[in-house]
């Protein structure tokens, strides 16, 4: 079975600032993707970065980078130069061999001007 | 390119009836995938459809059904609607691959009453 853990519910960054949101997980596949979605009050879930498990390089796009420590089965998202647009809630998911998306609790991200 | 769609948007509804939910896919996409979203369980995935054929399932009882058309588009059904069935209902299309990335609607916001 595939677990994704977020074990912040809340985290609070300054406008400009940087910061880190944190997920592990947990799977027997050797083949799957990791991914960060962003959920705004609009309920919308929008994909924010994608890694794939074979590549050794750390997915960025733009300011949202990754770091991804497959050993450690640890995926954490970087946020530089954060905006008032970044505040939302964040999924952490996985996608396995069953294509199915497990989905971590969530964590609501607020930016303070 | 069109981003997924769902219909409708809003939907309030009394217990014991029945309802169904529509998502068409973005264009070239074959699958599509349903989730739904409550504030105690999170999000929990309900079914796969893939070339018009469900290739993948959920633990939610049988009163949750889907199908796919030819065209992709999809619908789900849900029969005998419980208090518990109050949820965000998100559609996710992908081209098919397994793991592939996912692409999500606006969802459907269903009250029962």
């Known amino acids: 079975a595939q677990t994704v853990t977020q074990s912040q519910p809340e985290m609070s960054v300054q406008e400009a600032e940087t910061v880190t949101l944190s997920c592990t997980y947990d799977?027997?596949?050797?083949?799957?993707?990791l991914f960060w979605y962003k959920q705004p009050p609009s309920r919308q879930m929008i994909l924010v970065i994608r890694?794939?498990?074979?590549?050794?390089q750390n997915a960025t796009e733009n300011r949202f980078s990754v770091n991804f420590q497959k050993a450690a089965k640890s995926f954490s998202l970087k946020i530089s130069d954060s905006q008032l647009g970044d505040a939302a809630m964040y999924f952490c998911a996985q996608a396995g061999a069953n294509s199915k998306l497990t989905f971590g609790k969530g964590i609501t991200l607020s930016v303070r001007p | 390119k069109a981003g997924v769609t769902q219909t409708p948007r809003y939907l309030i509804k009394t217990r014991g009836q029945q309802v169904t939910l529509s998502c068409s896919p973005i264009?070239?996409?074959?699958?599509v995938s349903w989730y739904q979203q409550t504030p105690g369980q999170g999000l929990q995935f309900l079914f796969e459809y893939f070339s018009e054929t469900q290739r993948n399932k959920g633990n939610f009882p049988g009163r949750f059904s889907g199908r796919q058309f030819s065209n992709s588009r999809s619908e789900m059904n849900v029969s005998t609607l419980e208090l518990g069935d109050s949820a965000l209902y998100l559609c996710?299309?992908?081209?098919?691959?397994?793991?592939?990335?996912?692409?999500f609607g606006p969802g459907t916001r269903l009250l029962v009453l």
């Open positions: 890694q794939e498990a074979y590549k050794q």
């Open positions: 996710a299309s992908s081209l098919g691959g397994r793991p592939e990335t996912q692409y």
């Open positions: 264009s070239g996409h074959r699958s």
């Open positions: 799977t027997s596949e050797s083949d799957y993707y």
